[in-house]
């Protein structure tokens, strides 16, 4: 997937590429095309980037840059060298000075597998060191990433003009790569997670990795996005984000927005969402539109807002689609852990779409009706909870006598009714803060509505 693409530098031209660009990095030759452990398969053939590069007659300079543990094993590309990273790296500069340099970094296969987890979100610094010195003498700076899991690019990202994500391609990978470098294909993929800008901006860090062999995920809902979104922590490529070689624009949000009541089954639409998605570009591309929702003012703790749909719009040039998102009882729904039961919270409701959960251009907030949040009453409730009851706070306030004018709309000190309306109501006998109210009276009130 492609993350940056300053000035529109990819994709390049086929034409004179061998001699006006370079290509740096023993990932390029040795390919990393799968992970570790039991996910190892034998592939029937494998591509690499300058293998494919070369099948297309595209005699492109390559410079290994760094060395490579898998690279120099018995049989690898890089079997016998003995240069040191300090001279592969001088040679890369030579080679990258004046030129478009496209480099190819990432994750050697000792640095992630199951079993094991990472303790750092780095490129190795032979990767880094070779990209700020090429980046020093190179005209252009392309670079491809060979990862299984995301790696953090806040420290050297302003080094390069255009980054293109390609993850574990699989066996087909190098090919692939060339595709999009050569606009081919376009790029269309999109982040399935936030790349953070430290690790420690993540909610998970605060519980991981544990103790005793066991990790407690107490960041709850609050994982990735929706935790980095809550924070408001800047991100170096947000959740949802991925660039092509078009560009879109989305126009014409519509929201249409049911009652919920008792009756409505999971499965019923509550919410139609539509949206205009149009290339503004000049190229053929995909766009993925992404429906965000949000509930403002929410009794319970939820992130800002969650991915609750997207499409894949295929789109030439000046093309306009019309999009529909609909949205169900089910996926509005949260579990209320007192009643035990799946339900629908009223009250506003955000609906956001865009390109990423940070690039949102539509937004509208709309009236959600749906039964109150039923909450069994107790003497531990407070005051608060007990006057949200349609019934029971009426009957409440007049039990407390001279003391419950003070929570009513006229209040004499409203203050005070703030403070004190999240003490539990047991408390106001137990303190003698009404002398309407007594235990025997708050017992009969509790018998009535728990």
């Known amino acids: 997937m492609l993350l940056k693409n300053a000035d529109g530098v990819l994709p390049l031209a086929a034409e004179g590429i061998a001699e006006s660009a370079v290509l740096i990095g023993e990932l390029a030759r040795t390919a990393r095309y799968q992970g570790a452990g039991s996910s190892q398969v034998n592939p029937t053939r494998l591509d690499s980037i300058l293998g494919a590069l070369i099948e297309r007659g595209l005699d492109v300079p390559f410079a290994p840059g760094y060395r490579l543990a898998e690279a120099e094993q018995e049989g690898g590309a890089a079997a016998g060298e003995n240069r040191d990273n300090a001279a592969l790296r001088d040679e890369a500069v030579a080679a990258a000075t004046g030129k478009t340099a496209v480099l190819v970094l990432g994750l050697p296969a000792a640095d992630e597998s ?76 999109r982040l399935t997670e936030s790349v953070p800008v430290r690790l420690g901006d993540l909610p998970a860090q605060l519980n991981f990795p544990g103790e005793n062999g066991a990790v407690r995920y107490g960041e709850g809902l609050f994982i990735g996005y929706r935790g980095l979104d809550a924070m408001q922590r800047d991100v170096s490529y947000p959740f949802g984000h991925g660039l ?61 807002h969650e991915l609750k ?52 251009p539509l937004r509208q907030v709309a009236g959600l009706v749906a039964p109150a949040l039923r909450r069994p009453l107790s003497e531990g409730a407070t005051i608060n909870e007990w006057l949200e009851h349609p019934h029971a706070g009426t009957e409440l306030l007049a039990a407390m006598g001279e003391f419950g004018a003070l929570f009513g709309p006229d209040s004499p000190d409203p203050m005070m009714a703030a403070f004190l309306g999240s003490m539990p109501v047991k408390k106001v006998p137990v303190m003698r803060m009404s002398p309407d109210l007594t235990a025997d009276k708050l017992n009969e009130l509790v018998a009535r509505f728990a």
Request: aromatic share 6%; hydrophobic share 45%.
């Open 309 to 360: 749909g997207f499409a894949r719009v295929d789109l030439e040039p000046g093309q306009e689609q019309r999009v529909e998102f609909a949205v169900t009882r089910r996926e509005l729904s949260h579990w209320d852990v007192v009643t035990h039961e799946w339900v629908v919270e009223p009250g506003p409701l955000l609906v956001a779409v865009g390109a990423s959960s940070r690039d949102l």
């Open 244 to 304: 092509t070689y078009t560009t879109f624009d989305y126009a014409d949000l519509t929201v249409d927005v049911a009652e919920v009541t008792a009756t409505t089954q999971a499965t019923a639409v509550v919410a139609a969402v539509g949206v205009t998605v149009r290339n503004t570009g000049d190229r053929a591309g995909a766009a993925v539109p992404q429906l965000y929702l949000g509930r403002p003012d929410s009794a319970v703790a939820r992130p800002p």
């Open 114 to 189: 199951e079993g094991y987890d990472r303790e750092h979100l780095d490129i190795p610094v032979t990767h880094r060191q070779l990209l700020s010195e090429v980046a020093a003498v190179a005209d252009r700076v392309v670079v491809l990433l060979a990862n299984g899991s995301a790696v953090a690019v806040s420290e050297w990202e302003h080094h390069v003009d255009a980054l293109l994500e390609l993850w574990l391609g699989g066996q087909a990978g190098g090919s692939a790569a060339v595709d999009l470098l050569l606009g081919d294909a376009a790029p269309s993929g």
